[in-house]
Each structure stands twice: as structure tokens, then as C-alpha cells.
């Protein structure tokens, strides 16, 4: 099984910061990451396909990056509407993982 | 557009089996990518469960592979996953979710969940 290991597991951030959000792949997967938003209740939401591309509708504060092992998710300034809990996901062989999340909260 | 919704029993018994479906809506199972049950526990991440293709084709996580069951039913347009010998650690919202013919092959569409207690 590829794994998958988010970094923070939470972190607490202001309205109008920069937030940056790792997420590392036990293998190579290329570009196989995908990126979910989850808000309490609520079935999680795809924010970032291939690592870098943003889903239709997604607001273009948010943004993917990385290849191979290691991948970052930014928000360049955080909205209130984006404290979530954001999951990444490869897709890179029939066995998908996700990673444990990362609980974004107020400051 | 496409929706997605699961439906079973909400409380199932220890060593009991598990079944939910997921209908399909604005869209024909039979066109669609890979279709995926994906489950969360309490308080928890998500664990995804396993995979089906139009065609019947699965593929499942291994820590559950011995107990889990997913199928198609096309001409009700609708999947199905059976969990067998539940214990209390199965208890979670189980979501199914539609992959998208897009690179990185991402889950672009997901129902609300049904969430499931095992308890006697």
C-alpha cells in the first residue's frame, strides 16, 4: 500500500493568512494527488486534481503543488469560509489512501 | 447534474452484515468511471473501502477485503456494499463517491453520507 502522512495534523490561522498544508507519499506517485475540503457534517469536496489543478468553481486562493513524493496545498489568504479539515488523496494505483487530514481553526 | 445519495439500515448488530446502496441520479452507471465507498468513524479521517467499475471489476482495500462486497445493479442504476461481521469499530458515515474522467483520476462527486452504528 502507498501511504500517505499530512503535515500539520492541525493548525490555527487568522483570516488573511497564508497557509500551507504538506502532504508526502510513502512512493513516487507523479502527479496521481488529489486535494478535499471537509466541513463538519458535510461529505468532503474536490478542491485540487493532478496536484495542481483546480476544480471548477474553486476560488483561486487555493493552490497545489509537488510531484513524485511530496505535495503542498496553499491557501494564499485564508477566508472564514475555509476553515475545514483538508484530506489528500493519491490516486496513483488501484489502492486509494487518503491522508489523516489537517484541521484548519481560528486563531 | 450528477447526484449521488446511499440509503440501509442505520443501526446494524455485532457479527451482523452491513448493506447500503448508493443511487445514481442524472447520469447512466453504466457510463460512469469507477465508483468508490468511502467511511469515516467518529471523530476520525476517511478510509477508503474499495471500488467498483461498470463492467462488475473490484477492487478493495486489503484490511477489509475478506469482509467486504461491493456491487452493481444497472438496471436500477445504483451500486451496493456489503460489510460482513461487523464489530463496533465499523461504525462510521459511509460515503460513495463517483470519479471523474479527469487526470489524477480525483473523486469529483460524493452523496451526503448515511452514517451507520453497530451496537446491540
Known amino acids: 500500500d502507498i501511504q500517505m502522512s499530512q503535515s500539520p495534523s492541525s493548525l490555527s490561522a487568522s483570516v488573511g493568512d497564508r497557509v500551507t498544508i504538506t502532504c508526502r507519499a510513502s512512493?513516487?506517485?507523479?502527479?496521481?494527488l488529489n486535494w478535499y475540503q471537509q466541513k463538519p457534517g458535510k461529505a468532503p469536496m474536490l478542491l485540487i486534481y493532478a496536484a495542481s489543478i483546480l476544480q471548477s468553481g474553486v476560488p483561486s486562493r487555493f493552490s497545489g503543488s509537488g510531484s513524485g513524493t511530496d505535495f503542498t496545498l496553499t491557501i494564499s489568504s485564508l477566508q472564514p469560509e475555509d476553515f475545514a479539515t483538508y484530506y489528500c488523496q493519491q490516486s496513483y494505483n488501484t489502492l486509494r489512501t487518503f491522508g489523516q487530514g489537517t484541521k484548519v481553526e481560528i486563531k | 447534474q450528477v447526484q449521488l445519495q446511499e440509503s440501509g439500515p442505520g443501526l446494524v448488530k455485532p457479527s451482523g452484515t452491513l448493506s447500503l446502496t448508493c443511487a445514481v441520479s442524472g447520469a447512466s452507471i453504466s457510463n460512469s468511471n469507477w465508483c468508490s465507498w468511502v467511511r469515516q468513524p467518529p471523530g476520525k479521517g476517511l478510509e477508503w473501502i474499495g471500488e467498483i467499475y461498470h463492467s462488475g471489476s473490484t477492487n478493495y482495500t486489503p484490511s477489509l477485503k475478506s469482509r467486504v462486497t461491493i456491487s452493481v445493479d444497472k438496471s436500477k442504476n445504483q451500486l451496493s456494499l456489503k460489510l460482513s461481521s461487523v464489530t463496533a469499530a465499523d461504525t462510521a458515515v459511509y460515503y460513495c463517491?463517483?470519479?471523474?474522467?479527469?487526470?489524477?483520476?480525483?473523486?469529483?462527486?460524493w452523496g451526503p453520507g448515511t452514517k451507520v452504528t453497530v451496537s446491540s
Open positions: 463517491a463517483r470519479e471523474e474522467a479527469l487526470t489524477g483520476r480525483p473523486l469529483g462527486i
Open positions: 512512493q513516487s506517485i507523479s502527479t496521481y
